[in-house]
């Protein structure tokens, strides 16, 4: 069974930083993209940054320079380092593995894990 474990979450003040883990099972972590998602109140779920398999990253505009993605292969974790957090970065932050094999996509999602960026 895949699964996703996601830590590192919690309350921060503006222009501080946070570092978000997910742990994922050994299976899929070698073959799977990890990405990030988020979803504020009220909005819709929105991709925060993505890693392949063989350590090609992306990041939104809206967190570009802030945020940065990283996976450890060895320990099967990847990391999202949140820098110069605004209020509006507050959202349940979303753990996702994903792999497209032709028209069929394979997608696991972890449980989430609330930032909260407010003074």
């Known amino acids: 069974q895949v699964q996703l474990v996601e830590s590192g979450g919690g309350l921060v003040q503006p222009g501080g930083s946070l570092r978000l883990s997910c742990a994922a099972s050994?299976?899929?972590?070698?073959?799977?993209?990890m990405n990030w998602y988020r979803q504020a109140p009220g909005e819709q779920r929105e991709l925060v940054a993505a890693?392949?398999?063989?350590?090609?990253?992306n990041v939104a505009d809206s967190v570009k320079g802030r945020f940065t993605i990283s996976r450890d292969n060895a320990k099967n974790t990847v990391h999202l380092q949140m820098n110069s957090l605004k209020p509006e970065d507050t959202a349940v932050y979303y753990c996702?593995?994903?792999?497209?094999?032709?028209?069929?996509?394979?997608?696991?999602w972890g449980q989430g894990t609330q930032v909260t960026v407010s003074s």
């Open positions: 996702n593995a994903h792999r497209q094999l032709g028209y069929q996509s394979y997608d696991y």
């Open positions: 050994a299976n899929i972590f070698s073959i799977y993209a």
């Open positions: 890693i392949t398999s063989g350590g090609i990253t």
